[in-house]
Antibody, heavy 119, light 106 residues
């Protein structure tokens, strides 16, 4: 069974930085693209970033490009999101999410970690 | 970027009803469309992928159709546990996009 466990959320002031982690278990981590998806309070889902299985290619939403960096350590089965230049509009629950080859899109989700950007 | 537009924004229905939610893409995405169900405080759950393929474990009352730019999610006979928010998502490119969501309420 695939399990994704996010950590690292918390409160930060505008302009600050935070690093989220996602520990994966239950499958061959390096075989699968991984994603971060966020959901602001009372809002819909917003894709944030994707990294391919080998970590060689990354993709970002326009809203975070240049401020957020996605990375992974396949030896530790862990996904990261380094966030800097945080803004109030970045306040959200951040989900780690895994694609499957069969579906071609996100099947597995973590429970989410809350990031609050406020002064 | 590809934009996804869902309708309606909210939908009132009763147990046993047949309901349909529509999702339109701003450009063709072939069949690279998924539907998710989300309940309050929970992560989304995949229902349909590749526009019409039912994810394992999802009840057969859920079905999806469409291709190109117009897609639908149909629930054939609403059950109490189906009252939730539904999102479409395109994955034609790695810049995934979600629709704004449809809240299905009693």
């Amino acid at each position: 069974e695939v399990q994704l466990l996010e950590s690292g959320g918390g409160s930060v002031q505008p302009g600050g930085s935070l690093r989220l982690s996602c520990a994966a278990s239950g499958s061959t981590f390096s075989s699968h693209a991984m994603n971060w998806v966020r959901q602001g309070p009372g809002k819909g889902l917003e894709w944030v970033s994707t990294i391919t299985g080998g970590g060689d290619t990354t993709y970002y939403a326009d809203s975070v490009r240049g401020r957020f960096t996605i990375s992974r350590d396949n030896s530790k089965n862990t996904l990261y999101l380094q966030m800097s230049g945080l803004r109030a509009e970045d306040t959200a629950v951040y989900y780690c999410a895994r694609v499957t080859a069969a579906a071609g899109t996100i099947v597995y989700w973590g429970q989410g970690t809350l990031v609050t950007v406020s002064s | 970027d590809i934009q996804m537009t869902q309708s309606p924004y909210t939908l009132s229905a009763s147990v046993g009803d047949r309901v349909t939610i529509t999702c339109r893409a701003s450009q063709s995405i072939s069949s690279w469309l998924a539907w998710y169900q989300q309940k309050p405080g929970k992560a989304p759950n995949l229902l349909i992928y590749k526009a019409s393929s039912l994810q394992s474990g999802v009840p057969s009352r859920f079905s999806g159709s469409g291709s190109g730019t117009e897609f639908t999610l149909t629930i054939s006979s609403l059950q109490p546990e189906d009252f939730a928010t539904y999102y479409c998502q395109q994955y034609n490119s790695y810049s995934y996009t979600f629709g704004q969501g449809t809240k299905l309420e009693i």
